[in-house]
């Protein structure tokens, strides 16, 4: 019986190490992924910024004050027949600036254009951000930018390619813009320019698209941390493809190398079997690799 019970323990054994093993290489495997996957996103996003410099080098004066750099940008959006026409837009990544920059139909729409414009701003040191306009039913009716000029986040809409001023040309932000008089004073101006378009009902980032109206993240996330939709250019994240997925590798990345690390812990403090030390053999490869040779005389 004893022996019987030392060889079903045995056998237990193997199965939970052999277990262990699978998960073991496959977190290794995973994490390779996903540091290949973020070395990849960095060359990516490097040279998305390096073409995004360039962009904004050409057409946005050095040394300006920063309306002028709108005023630019705004101008620069403005000249139509420079444009591309795509024969299918709607086949175009519309996260890609350098897709966005290059199509006349995409700087015709209030998502693409103003991403085209947070783009090229950034690249000109400005600070801004995405403002998204809600309809009563909380969806997206219109997408604006907001811009930091003399410490105040005023209104940039660059589908109609103008900064929001009232009569007196004085920059307004969405604080002055909820207010109805203020906003047909704006607008007036602006030729078919919808009146729908008002700041009754405002956002930086609208969870209302996530399952269950957003989980009720809005409140609990505001609960815990106050301003968190405005603390962090999410435009940024959500709509630059090239950072968005240079974050989600690098998170991956990340969770891998902890998984890694407590696996490894595991493996010497509970199972106490052998497991390739990928440190120790990198320190001996090393030492032999730039270490003196040993002259026997």
């Not at 105040?152 to 660059?158: G, K, L, N, S, T």
Request: glycine fraction near 6%; include cysteine.
């Amino acid at each position: 019986m004893k022996a019987e019970s030392e060889r079903t323990g045995s056998h237990l054994q193997r199965r939970q190490h052999g277990a262990f093993r699978v998960i073991w290489w496959s977190s290794n495997l995973l994490l390779v992924t996903a540091f290949v996957a973020m070395l990849y996103s960095c060359v990516r996003e490097y040279s998305v910024r390096r073409y995004l410099d360039g962009f904004s080098d050409a057409i946005v004066p050095d040394g300006q004050p920063a309306e002028q750099k709108v005023q630019a940008i705004l101008n620069w959006m403005s000249a139509e027949p420079s444009r591309t026409i795509a024969a299918n837009p709607g086949a175009l990544a519309t996260r890609d600036p350098e897709i966005t920059l290059t199509y006349r139909q995409l700087l015709n729409v209030c998502g693409t254009a103003t991403n085209a414009f947070l783009n090229l701003a950034r690249s000109s040191d400005l600070r801004v951000r995405r403002l998204l306009l809600l309809s009563p039913e909380h969806t997206t009716k219109h997408v604006v930018a907001e811009v930091l000029i003399g410490g105040q986040w005023i209104i940039v809409d660059p589908t109609y390619r103008v900064i929001m001023k009232d009569s007196r040309g004085r920059y307004l932000t969405r604080g002055d813009l909820r207010n109805p008089a203020m906003f047909s004073e704006a607008v007036s101006a602006i030729p078919n320019y919808p009146r729908e378009y008002n700041y009754e009902s405002f956002a930086h980032v609208r969870l209302a698209r996530l399952p269950l109206d957003g989980l009720h993240l809005r409140g609990l996330l505001g609960s815990l941390y106050p301003g968190w939709d405005e603390a962090v250019d999410w435009s940024l994240l959500l709509e630059r493809e090239s950072f968005f997925y240079l974050v989600l590798s690098a998170a991956a990345a990340m969770f891998f190398l902890l998984l890694r690390a407590g696996l490894a812990w595991y493996a010497d403090h509970r199972l106490r079997i052998p497991r390739f030390r990928l440190r120790e053999h990198t320190v001996r490869a090393g030492a032999a690799f730039f270490s003196a040779p040993e002259v026997k005389q």
